[in-house]
T-cell receptor
Framework: GEDVEQSLFLSVREGDSSVINCTYTDSSSTYLYWYKQEPGAGLQLLTYIFSNMDMKQDQRLTVLLNKKDKHLSLRIADTQTGDSAIYFCAEILIGGYQKVTFGTGTKLQVIP | DGGITQSPKYLFRKEGQNVTLSCEQNLNHDAMYWYRQDPGQGLRLIYYSQIVNDFQKGDIAEGYSVSREKKESFPLTVTSAQKNPTAFYLC????????????FGSGTQLSVL
């Protein structure tokens, strides 16, 4: 079965880089996503990567995918206080219904 | 502006009471979903609907019911059979055409009195 794991908490200083990690177990995943959730709000799609890619960069965000180790990471450069939120990785499996499985979420705290 | 609207933002349930959470979207999306969020547990799928008048159970459907009479609307009823309903409930939609980017509402916090 599929399972997506993340560490629960990460604390960084403003201006430093943040790296949020995620591991997944199902090798048939096709797309992997990163969502951001601010307090009391819904999830907002940040970026996604197709499983045949190793890296994707979008402004301050860099996604790295190690398919062999089933490891996904999100790097946020020059982390700002506005980046404080919970970050979820998610995988999608192709099937009759394209089920999205979410990780447990990593709470990022940015210290001024 | 297009989007997903959930209401109410906060809801309280008395023991033995059914309550209904509203979810409306004007994105013309075919697929809609209900997730439950508990601290430290990520999101768990309750029900989903890929098309009007059709829906399927997710991973934790017991104690919940849904309907999909209109494309725009996917209300969730938390029944008295759900013994631990306190959670943050999120509604989402997607175009339903392959790459399933989910668009989320702002959530409803349900608490038990």
């Amino acid at each position: 079965g599929e399972d997506v794991e993340q560490s629960l908490f990460l604390s960084v200083r403003e201006g430093d880089s943040s790296v949020i990690n995620c591991t997944y177990t199902d090798s048939s995943s096709t797309y992997l996503y990163w969502y951001k959730q601010e307090p009391g709000a819904g999830l907002q799609l940040l970026t996604y990567i197709f499983s045949n890619m190793d890296m994707k960069q979008d402004q301050r965000l860099t996604v790295l995918l190690n398919k062999k180790d089933k490891h996904l990471s999100l790097r946020i450069a020059d982390t700002q206080t506005g980046d404080s939120a919970i970050y979820f990785c998610a995988e999608i499996l192709i099937g009759g219904y394209q089920k999205v499985t979410f990780g447990t979420g990593t709470k990022l705290q940015v210290i001024p | 502006d297009g989007g997903i609207t959930q209401s109410p933002k906060y809801l309280f349930r008395k023991e033995g009471q059914n309550v209904t959470l509203s979810c409306e979207q004007n994105l013309n999306h075919d697929a809609m979903y209900w997730y439950r969020q508990d601290p430290g547990q990520g999101l768990r799928l309750i029900y989903y609907s890929q098309i009007v008048n059709d829906f399927q159970k997710g991973d934790i459907a017991e104690g919940y019911s849904v309907s999909r009479e209109k494309k725009e609307s996917f209300p969730l009823t938390v029944t008295s059979a759900q013994k631990n309903p306190t959670a943050f409930y999120l509604c989402a939609s997607s175009p339903g055409q392959g790459l399933e980017k989910l668009f989320f509402g702002s959530g409803t916090q349900l608490s038990v009195l």
